[in-house]
């Protein structure tokens, strides 16, 4: 395999150059965006714990990219993992078919978990990942004979991801009657 160099800033198009126009296509999620694109604040690269804006500032990113990136960023030892596999093969659906990878890593996975925890569900977000608890849940009840079992309870004010399950057991501030599920 050829030798990967990873420079510390990878090349980046030229955000801070966005016009209101550049911007328009992308509704950002949890933002108000046209105050947003009347002001923009674009970072243009990110190494350890940090991002950089266009102008040179540090930005601490105390959430961890939002909860995926808490090794930090453009770490070395990650980088090359994540290019060795790509090489490989980028990714496999879990949709009636697989790759060996996953059920490798889902064997040391389940050696690592307590007591009688031994099985692994992946998913690609939290989101999906309550979402899916939520249906093995219901699913479980059912084939128990259990199937009017449908009562989802979640923590109020309790953040559960933003896919309509989660949302229905944790509700979004002032709309919780709204978002309420029985």
């Known amino acids: 395999m050829p030798e990967v160099t990873h420079p510390t800033h990878p090349p980046t198009a030229p955000t801070h150059a966005l016009s209101r ?8 999620p949890f933002t ?3 105050q947003f694109k009347e002001h923009p604040r674009l970072f243009v690269s990110a190494k350890d714990m940090h991002y950089t804006t266009a102008d040179g500032r540090q930005v601490l990113d105390g959430t961890a990219g939002l909860w995926c990136v808490n090794a ?9 993992a994540i ?11 879990a949709f009636q078919m697989g790759h060996s990878g996953a059920f490798q890593l889902a064997t040391r996975l389940a050696k690592m978990l307590p007591g009688d ?3 692994v569900f992946f998913a690609n977000s939290g989101s999906e990942a309550v ?11 059912r ?5 009017t079992r449908q009562r989802l309870i979640g923590r109020e004010r309790g953040y559960h991801g933003v896919g309509f399950g989660g949302i229905s057991v944790g509700g ?3 709309n919780r009657k709204f978002m309420a599920a029985s």
């Open 117 to 119: 925890l031994d099985h």
């Open 172 to 174: 979004i501030g002032p």
């Open 72 to 80: 930090g960023h453009c770490r070395p030892a990650i980088v090359e």
């Open 143 to 147: 084939a128990r004979g259990e199937g």
């Open 83 to 93: 290019h060795q596999q790509v090489a490989t093969m980028d990714y496999a659906p």
């Open 32 to 34: 108000a965006n046209r």
């Open 131 to 141: 979402d899916s608890a939520l249906k093995i849940a219901l699913a479980y009840h």
């Open 21 to 28: 126009a550049d911007m328009e296509a992308f509704w950002m």
